[in-house]
């Protein structure tokens, strides 16, 4: 391979992390900054949680580079797997738990 | 031309600067992302029974009363850097340059673990000064569970760089070094992933 | 006598002479009798001067072969202690009618707890584990697992697990909670005992192994399947072996959090599960049948993929509706992660959410009966021989379907607020667990042997074996049923109900049947050893085989395939035959590369093992000399670079052409004469 073409993929490869950086901070930031003005809590939740989400986002796709791209298809389907069952679990305990909260109140 | 080397794997991926460990990267790499998907299933489940102890404080103290803001935007802050670093890492590892700034960034990475730990350790500290301990109350014991879980997994990445960094000392930089530090770098990068939930569901939510 | 003070705590604990089972005679005696074991096995190997070989050959062995079989040997001792205690209970409850009988009801709760415990997770997980292990590679034409050491790692994790359960009948008193070890009841305040403390730590020691198995065998086929094996030209075996190790991954981490709080709430005094502080015990119970249900699907999967195999191969058949086979078995593998509420409908959850859970729980007949049906249309208008793991499959048809339908009784919510806790639930598990499961695996070791050993497991044993474990199951559980209607509670010492009687002593006759079967199993492998030369197969295809497995030599060589194989169609052994291409010389044969055998496994799995008994007995120096152990043994190994060993090219031609030339000379069999002395693993199909 071409010193030429590596340094070209070394400079995209460093321009990922750049950008996912300054991406993940400023959602955190905007997280952050979302407690410390006090707003109203359901609107804060609602944005914490799309920040997170979206940071999550930003944390795949620029530090572990995992894209629709073919050939990081099995990688993506085993997150969206695990996103799955995390959902069946997570959400299923809460679930189950409040429920029963609920009915001993 | 560099497109040719398909990419095998989550993160970094050596390509055609070093075809051989990339041959090899792909099971290895692909074994260590399937492990880490079990590991986010049990932080979901530590999650799960966080949010379903939320209100069980049993008298004591709650989030407001002994959450602080900025010392967790410190902590996130410096475990988003460490991330940062670590990916600077790889680059360094892929391109060989080797010793001065692998050295550096993976140094960099270590020192910002531990004062990650540090400051974790920091609050604790001063939350059990508080009594606010784990044996205080539901809410509390699924607190530090759940915390310290993804504390013991950066400090057991911490003891992971220390190793890499004797080895590429001992060995140099061979394929089977190169793989342990690709593997180390998604285990960070996952740590942090976690750290997103723990900031936004137990320090925001709690404080908001 | 031990004290609270000085140097004694120190260094032993809460260990003390108590802690010895001379309190009852039936504790001391089985006590003996593992300290016994221990000592004659130890005292033989001695004698024979086996040592060495023992640790080389197979202790620190990385081979797959090998990590199978030794799973399979721990899943046989720990069958016959469970097996054991099975019978002791059903003989308790043969004679418990206003009879505190011969066991205590302390003991007895004993033998419930370390009966369910090793059979799930000592019996079947190991043996499960150990046929994957053993089989899946050969069937994808791989020679190793993708990562050959974490697998010796697994394997003493399990063996360390179930050490620590063996131990436990000697030193100490085990759990009386029950395989599932609900809080509060587990929970210090109540249980301050070590029982729960061995069960967490022993289960513990065994999730781990199984997580790490699970990786193991999932990216095993996704990446080292030979040339041409596409996904939907792998034998059935593979499919449902890929399934469950992707619920081993999924599921074993409930499992994990569940026993690591609790251990919490024992150690730290922390308020998971407990009555007070904001415990919520409920959460326990949530998080055990998150694994839990999984779990028995991890269980049954492997066994669907050998019926499967079997049936085929006995039908002389290619498998009947193979796709949805795949499906079906798909389907079950993500419904099961949908259904763990029907563990516990009674907890007070609103009938609403149960409803949700009792309907998805219903689904899941739905692809199981598909299997059935195509099991059924496989053995159609095929040529069926009735061989013992055959006989296995078949009875389980049978009597799977019986328990599946009880299943979708207690799916109905309704229903199973009448019968929960009652011994119909114990007729149901055990329906689905010893025709299911058990014949599988015992279908699998009978079939898989000549392939592990090179000789042919004694037929006529094999068969009474299998009369005694159906007729026993049978009597043993099938009345279960009824009594359960009748409202006899389960885990119970002593009743007072006189009609219950005659259906428990049924029952405890059926045990006998079991206990026979247990002994027969033992006494055809004593034969089979002893006609070893007779019953020898060193064709390498003793049942007409389809798969690649039986392409090769028995006993298979280390390295499985002397040259790697290339398939272009489903049941590739099979075409081969046909096309007369199956023992063909290669013109070129390449160095192979092997694991070396390396001691990281043995040392992580006794390292973790002591430290579980200093954690159990409160032996602080122990356990974190134990963990330090177990941390250092990787990082020591990773030093190591030098882990593979080369197996030169020329060995492998002269090992391929020596038995090439003796296959050649051996009398093709015919399948009349397949479980006598003459069949010696040459096929009349590929001599044709
Ligand atoms: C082969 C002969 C077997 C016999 C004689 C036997 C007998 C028994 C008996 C008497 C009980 C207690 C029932 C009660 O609570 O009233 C029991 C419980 C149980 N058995 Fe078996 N069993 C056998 C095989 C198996 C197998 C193969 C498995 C699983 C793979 C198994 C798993 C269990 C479990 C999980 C429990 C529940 C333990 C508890 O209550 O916590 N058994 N068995
Ligand atoms: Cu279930």
């Given at each position: 391979?071409?010193?030429?073409?590596?340094?070209?993929?070394?400079?995209?490869?460093?321009?990922?992390?750049?950008?996912?950086?300054?991406?993940?901070?400023?959602?955190?930031?905007?997280?952050?900054?979302?407690?410390?003005?006090?707003?109203?809590?359901?609107?804060?939740?609602?944005?914490?949680?799309?920040?997170?989400?979206?940071?999550?986002?930003?944390?795949?796709?620029?530090?572990?580079?995992?894209?629709?791209?073919?050939?990081?298809?099995?990688?993506?389907?085993?997150?969206?797997?695990?996103?799955?069952?995390?959902?069946?679990?997570?959400?299923?305990?809460?679930?189950?738990?409040?429920?029963?909260?609920?009915?001993?109140? | 031309?560099?497109?040719?080397?398909?990419?095998?794997?989550?993160?970094?991926?050596?390509?055609?600067?070093?075809?051989?460990?990339?041959?090899?990267?792909?099971?290895?790499?692909?074994?260590?992302?399937?492990?880490?998907?079990?590991?986010?299933?049990?932080?979901?489940?530590?999650?799960?029974?966080?949010?379903?102890?939320?209100?069980?404080?049993?008298?004591?103290?709650?989030?407001?009363?002994?959450?602080?803001?900025?010392?967790?935007?410190?902590?996130?802050?410096?475990?988003?850097?460490?991330?940062?670093?670590?990916?600077?890492?790889?680059?360094?590892?892929?391109?060989?340059?080797?010793?001065?700034?692998?050295?550096?960034?993976?140094?960099?990475?270590?020192?910002?673990?531990?004062?990650?730990?540090?400051?974790?350790?920091?609050?604790?500290?001063?939350?059990?000064?508080?009594?606010?301990?784990?044996?205080?109350?539901?809410?509390?014991?699924?607190?530090?569970?759940?915390?310290?879980?993804?504390?013991?997994?950066?400090?057991?990445?911490?003891?992971?760089?220390?190793?890499?960094?004797?080895?590429?000392?001992?060995?140099?930089?061979?394929?089977?070094?190169?793989?342990?530090?690709?593997?180390?770098?998604?285990?960070?990068?996952?740590?942090?992933?976690?750290?997103?939930?723990?900031?936004?569901?137990?320090?925001?939510?709690?404080?908001? | 006598?031990?004290?609270?003070?000085?140097?004694?705590?120190?260094?032993?604990?809460?260990?003390?002479?108590?802690?010895?089972?001379?309190?009852?005679?039936?504790?001391?005696?089985?006590?003996?009798?593992?300290?016994?074991?221990?000592?004659?096995?130890?005292?033989?190997?001695?004698?024979?001067?086996?040592?060495?070989?023992?640790?080389?050959?197979?202790?620190?062995?990385?081979?797959?072969?090998?990590?199978g079989?030794?799973y399979v040997v721990i899943a046989m001792v720990m069958l016959s202690r469970a097996v054991v205690e099975g019978s002791m209970m059903r003989a308790q409850q043969a004679?418990?009618?206003?009879?505190?009988?011969?066991?205590?009801?302390?003991?007895f709760a004993q033998l419930f707890s370390t009966h369910g415990s090793i059979m799930i997770f000592f019996m079947a997980m190991p043996f499960l584990t150990g046929i994957i292990n053993f089989a899946l590679?050969?069937?994808?034409?791989?020679?190793?697992?993708?990562?050959?050491?974490?697998?010796?790692?697994?394997?003493?994790?399990t063996?360390?697990g179930a050490?620590?359960m063996m131990?436990?009948?000697?030193?100490?008193?085990f759990s009386t909670g029950g395989w599932s070890g609900y809080?509060?009841?587990?929970?210090?305040?109540?249980?301050?005992?070590?029982?729960?403390?061995?069960w967490?730590?022993a289960v513990t020691l065994s999730s781990?192994a199984s997580t790490?198995t699970g990786?193991?065998i999932?990216?095993?086929?996704?990446?080292?399947?030979?040339?041409?094996?596409?996904?939907?030209?792998?034998?059935l075996f593979?499919w449902t072996s890929l399934c469950t190790s992707v619920l081993m991954?999924f599921a074993l981490?409930p499992l994990?959090?569940a026993t690591?709080?609790?251990?919490?709430?024992?150690?730290?005094?922390?308020?998971?599960?407990?009555?007070?502080?904001?415990?919520?015990?409920?959460?326990?119970a949530?998080l055990f049948w998150l694994f839990g249900h999984p779990e028995v699907y991890i269980l049954i999967l492997p066994a669907f993929g050998v019926y499967s195999q079997v049936i085929?191969?006995?039908?002389?058949?290619?498998?009947?509706?193979?796709?949805?086979l795949?499906?079906a078995t798909?389907c079950i593998a993500v419904l099961s992660f949908t259904v763990w509420v029907h563990h516990f409908f009674t907890?007070?959850?609103?009938?609403?959410?149960?409803?949700?859970f009792g309907?998805a729980t219903m689904t899941i007949g739905i692809p199981t009966g598909v299997k059935i049906?195509d099991w059924i249309?496989?053995?159609?208008?095929?040529?069926?021989?009735?061989?013992v793991p055959m006989i296995y499959s078949l009875a389980f048809m049978v009597l799977f379907t019986v328990g599946g339908l009880t299943g979708i009784l207690l799916a109905n919510?309704?229903i199973d607020?009448?019968v929960h806790n009652s011994v119909f639930l114990v007729a149901h598990f055990h329906n689905m667990l010893i025709p299911g499961l058990l014949y599988g695996m015992i279908a699998a070791y009978t079939y898989w042997f000549?392939?592990?050993?090179?000789?042919?497991?004694?037929?006529?044993?094999g068969?009474v074996a299998c009369g005694c474990w159906i007729t026993g199951f049978c009597l043993a559980f099938l009345p279960l049923y009824p009594l359960g209607l009748?409202?006899m509670p389960r885990r119970t010492?002593?009743?007072?109900?006189?009609?219950?009687?005659?259906y428990t002593?049924v029952a405890g006759v059926g045990a006998l049947f079991l206990l026979a079967a247990l002994a027969s199993l033992v006494?055809q492998?004593?034969?089979?050893?002893?006609?070893?030369?007779?019953?020898?197969?060193?064709?390498?295809?003793?049942?007409?085989?389809?798969?690649?497995?039986?392409?090769?030599?028995?006993?298979?060589?280390?390295?499985?395939?002397?040259?790697?194989?290339?398939?272009?169609?489903?049941?590739?052994?099979?075409?081969?035959?046909?096309?007369?291409?199956?023992?063909?010389?290669?013109?070129?044969?390449?160095?192979?590369?092997?694991?070396?055998?390396?001691?990281?496994?043995?040392?992580?799995?006794?390292?973790?093992?002591?430290?579980?008994?200093?954690?159990?007995?409160?032996?602080?120096?122990?356990?974190?000399?134990?963990?330090?152990?177990?941390?250092?043994?990787?990082?020591?190994?990773?030093?190591?670079?030098?882990?593979?060993?080369?197996?030169?090219?020329?060995?492998?031609?002269?090992?391929?052409?020596?038995?090439?030339?003796?296959?050649?000379?051996?009398?093709?069999?015919?399948?009349?004469?397949?479980?006598?002395?003459?069949?010696?693993?040459?096929?009349?199909?590929?001599?044709?």
């Open positions: 391979m071409s010193a030429e073409v590596e340094e070209q993929e070394k400079k995209r490869e460093l321009r990922s992390y750049i950008v996912g950086f300054v991406l993940a901070i400023s959602l955190t930031a905007l997280a952050f900054l979302v407690v410390a003005a006090d707003l109203q809590t359901s609107t804060a939740y609602v944005v914490i949680g799309i920040a997170a989400l979206a940071q999550v986002v930003v944390h795949f796709r620029f530090f572990l580079h995992i894209s629709w791209q073919r050939s990081t298809r099995d990688d993506l389907q085993l997150i969206l797997f695990t996103t799955l069952i995390i959902i069946l679990m997570a959400g299923g305990t809460i679930w189950i738990l409040n429920n029963l909260h609920h009915r001993m109140m | 031309m560099s497109t040719a080397a398909r990419n095998r794997h989550p993160g970094i991926n050596l390509g055609n600067t070093d075809p051989h460990t990339h041959a090899q990267a792909e099971e290895t790499l692909f074994g260590f992302w399937v492990f880490l998907m079990s590991d986010l299933v049990l932080f979901a489940l530590l999650f799960a029974t966080y949010a379903s102890m939320i209100g069980a404080t049993d008298g004591g103290p709650g989030p407001k009363d002994v959450f602080e803001l900025s010392s967790a935007a410190i902590e996130t802050g410096v475990l988003l850097l460490s991330s940062l670093t670590m990916g600077m890492a790889s680059i360094a590892m892929k391109y060989k340059e080797h010793p001065t700034r692998l050295y550096g960034w993976l140094g960099v990475t270590l020192l910002l673990g531990l004062v990650f730990l540090g400051l974790e350790a920091h609050d604790f500290v001063k939350m059990a000064s508080e009594g606010a301990t784990p044996q205080r109350s539901g809410w509390l014991s699924s607190f530090y569970a759940l915390v310290s879980t993804h504390g013991l997994h950066v400090l057991a990445g911490c003891i992971w760089l220390t190793i890499s960094i004797i080895q590429l000392a001992v060995f140099g930089l061979r394929s089977e070094v190169k793989l342990r530090i690709m593997r180390l770098s998604l285990f960070w990068h996952l740590l942090d992933v976690v750290w997103i939930f723990i900031f936004s569901v137990v320090y925001l939510g709690g404080l908001a | 006598m031990p004290t609270t003070e000085g140097w004694w705590p120190l260094l032993f604990g809460r260990l003390s002479y108590d802690a010895l089972p001379f309190y009852s005679a039936i504790a001391t005696a089985a006590a003996s009798v593992v300290v016994l074991g221990a000592i004659t096995v130890v005292a033989l190997i001695t004698y024979l001067g086996r040592w060495r070989w023992l640790w080389r050959e197979w202790l620190t062995s990385l081979d797959h072969k090998k990590i079989i030794m004679i418990a009618l206003d009879n505190p009988g011969y066991l205590e009801p302390e003991h590679p050969m069937q994808i034409g791989a020679r190793e697992v993708s990562f050959p050491l974490l697998n010796s790692i697994s394997l003493w994790l063996a360390g050490g620590l131990v436990s009948l000697v030193i100490g008193k809080p509060p009841y587990t929970d210090a305040a109540f249980n301050p005992g070590v029982g729960p403390d061995y967490i730590f781990l790490m990786i193991n999932a990216v095993t086929i996704y990446k080292k399947r030979c040339g041409g094996m596409s996904p939907f030209r792998m034998p593979c991954i981490p994990t959090v690591g709080l609790l251990a919490l709430d024992r150690y730290v005094g922390t308020h998971f599960f407990t009555n007070d502080g904001g415990g919520n015990m409920m959460n326990f949530n085929s191969n006995f039908s002389s058949k290619i498998l009947y509706g193979y796709d949805s795949i499906i798909m907890m007070g959850q609103s009938a609403d959410l149960n409803a949700v309907i049906f249309l496989t053995m159609a208008w095929g040529r069926v021989r009735f061989t919510p309704a607020f009448q000549p392939k592990a050993f090179g000789f042919r497991l004694d037929e006529w044993w068969r009748m409202g010492q002593e009743f007072f109900e006189p009609a219950y009687l005659p002593i006494t492998l004593v034969v089979s050893i002893r006609r070893r030369e007779e019953l020898a197969v060193p064709g390498g295809d003793p049942w007409n085989g389809r798969t690649l497995e039986w392409a090769i030599p028995c006993p298979a060589p280390e390295y499985n395939f002397a040259v790697l194989p290339i398939v272009d169609s489903r049941d590739a052994f099979h075409a081969y035959k046909e096309k007369g291409t199956a023992y063909l010389d290669h013109r070129f044969y390449s160095d192979i590369e092997m694991p070396k055998n390396s001691m990281t496994g043995v040392v992580f799995g006794i390292a973790l093992a002591a430290a579980s008994f200093g954690f159990v007995w409160h032996i602080w120096w122990l356990a974190v000399l134990g963990v330090l152990v177990a941390i250092a043994a990787p990082v020591a190994r990773s030093f190591v670079l030098d882990t593979t060993r080369i197996i030169p090219a020329e060995e492998v031609r002269r090992d391929h052409e020596a038995w090439l030339a003796r296959l050649r000379k051996l009398p093709p069999a015919d399948r009349a004469v397949e479980t006598t002395p003459q069949n010696r693993g040459l096929a009349e199909a590929a001599a044709a």
